[in-house]
């Protein structure tokens, strides 16, 4: 079992590489994950952001990003960047349709309409 004290070391690990790597697109993901796992949402946005801009053509990105969007109750952008994932070929319908971080936009038309794009044909 890991001690409370691990993840602040892992954030400040990861900070620290970034500091002297800004661009290092792993540890920006790395970083965005801990964050939101942790509470820190904003500063999980912040890094999505950031990760969206160093790869603007990466599915999961946009995806990533519209996680932190909805935690934080921005439906519109986070449905934004939820269709441009879908436009870049996110297709991963079940972790989508049971994604928690989605759990606010679950009843918005426009994210059942994107479920039913992904849905597996059978």
């Known amino acids: 079992m890991s001690k409370p004290t691990?993840?602040?070391?892992?954030?400040?690990?990861?900070?620290?590489?970034?500091?002297?790597?800004?661009?290092?697109?792993?540890?920006?993901?790395?970083?965005?994950?801990?964050?939101?796992?942790?509470?820190?949402?904003a500063d999980g946005l912040r890094m999505d952001r950031k990760l969206v801009r160093l790869l603007p053509e990466n599915a999961t990105a946009h995806y990533n990003l519209a996680c932190s969007?909805?935690?934080?109750?921005?439906?519109?952008?986070?449905?934004?960047?939820?269709?441009?994932?879908?436009?870049?070929?996110?297709k991963d319908f079940d972790w989508m349709a049971q994604d928690p971080d989605l759990e606010g936009l679950k009843e918005h038309p426009e994210f059942v309409s994107l479920l039913d794009q992904l849905k597996p044909q059978s």
Not at 10 to 38: C, N, Q, W
Request: proline share 3%; no cysteine.
């Open 6 to 41: 691990d993840h602040a070391f892992e954030m400040t690990f990861f900070e620290s590489v970034l500091r002297r790597a800004p661009d290092y697109t792993e540890v920006v993901e790395i970083l965005g994950g801990l964050y939101t796992k942790h509470g820190r949402i």
């Open 69 to 90: 969007l909805a935690l934080l109750k921005r439906k519109p952008d986070a449905l934004r960047a939820l269709n441009r994932a879908v436009e870049l070929g996110y």
